[in-house]
């Protein structure tokens, strides 16, 4: 079993920054994916962004990028989220995925293996 802990989520306002953490424990894998998805209010669940480990390699979707950065600490078993220039449709519970002995990028929640519980973002305007 895997389990995924989120943190780091709260009340931002517009154009601001907020960080968020996932820390991964139990079973592990070399290679994995860790990923972000993220669901708003009414709206289905979202890719983020993935990145490989051990490889570094990243993937983010089109809304995202430029302002969102995903970073792994391989040793530490953990992935991190810094969100900057925040808008209001940023907001939504944003969760951690994992997908086991894989080193390729998947966009597709289904393709996950495991979830975290999610942390709420929200930002306002």
């Known amino acids: 079993q895997v389990q995924l802990v989120e943190s780091g989520g709260g009340l931002v306002q517009a154009g601001g920054s907020r960080r968020l953490s996932c820390a991964a424990s139990?079973?592990?894998?070399?290679?994995?994916?860790m990923a972000w998805f993220r669901q708003g209010p009414g709206k289905e669940r979202e890719f983020v962004a993935a990145v490989v480990g051990p490889g570094g390699a990243t993937a983010y979707s089109d809304s995202v990028k430029g302002r969102f950065t995903i970073s792994r600490d391989n040793a530490r078993n953990t992935v991190a989220l810094q969100m900057n220039s925040l808008k209001p449709e940023d907001t939504a519970v944003y969760y951690c995925a994992r997908r086991l002995r894989s080193e390729t990028l998947k966009t597709e929640a289904r393709e996950y293996d495991y979830w975290g519980q999610g942390t709420q973002v929200t930002v306002s305007a």
């Open positions: 139990g079973r592990t894998s070399s290679p994995d994916v």
